[in-house]
Nanobody, 122 residues
Framework: VQLQASGGGLVQAGGSLRLSCVASGRTFSTYALGWFRQAPGEEREFVASIAWGAISTYYADSVKGRFTISRDNAKNTVYLQMNSLKPEDTAVYYC????????????????WGQGTQVTVSS
């Protein structure tokens, strides 16, 4: 599975962005998908994940109520809708895929996209 993330950019605090991640491969629908982020000088951290059938979703406490993960298996795409953005959300955001799951630990994920920069100004 190859993943290509997009949709990042510069936004003011309180604004919104929607990230997209398109996957190649015919078995996309069998993978759980996740979003992680990494701020400068920090470790990569879990943001959200979604099961292959979109039945289960998980969120980091820091984004609950503000971010929504979804997927469209017909388009091989996973989305991250980010609302009420804060400066502390500034990071490079990565999408990832794992068989099974969805997990919250980065070590569980087998495939990673290249990342998209999100910058939130105060």
């Amino acid at each position: 599975v190859q993943l290509q993330a997009s949709g990042g950019g510069l936004v003011q605090a309180g604004g919104s962005l929607r990230l997209s991640c398109v996957a190649s491969g015919r078995t996309f629908s069998t993978y759980a998908l996740g979003w992680f982020r990494q701020a400068p000088g920090e470790e990569r951290e879990f943001v959200a994940s979604i099961a292959w059938g979109a039945i289960s979703t998980y969120y980091a406490d820091s984004v609950k109520g503000r971010f929504t993960i979804s997927r469209d298996n017909a388009k091989n795409t996973v989305y991250l809708q980010m609302n009420s953005l804060k400066p502390e959300d500034t990071a490079v955001y990565y999408c990832a895929a794992e068989l099974g799951g969805p997990g919250t630990e980065r070590g569980r994920y087998d495939y990673w996209g290249q990342g998209t920069q999100v910058t939130v100004s105060s």
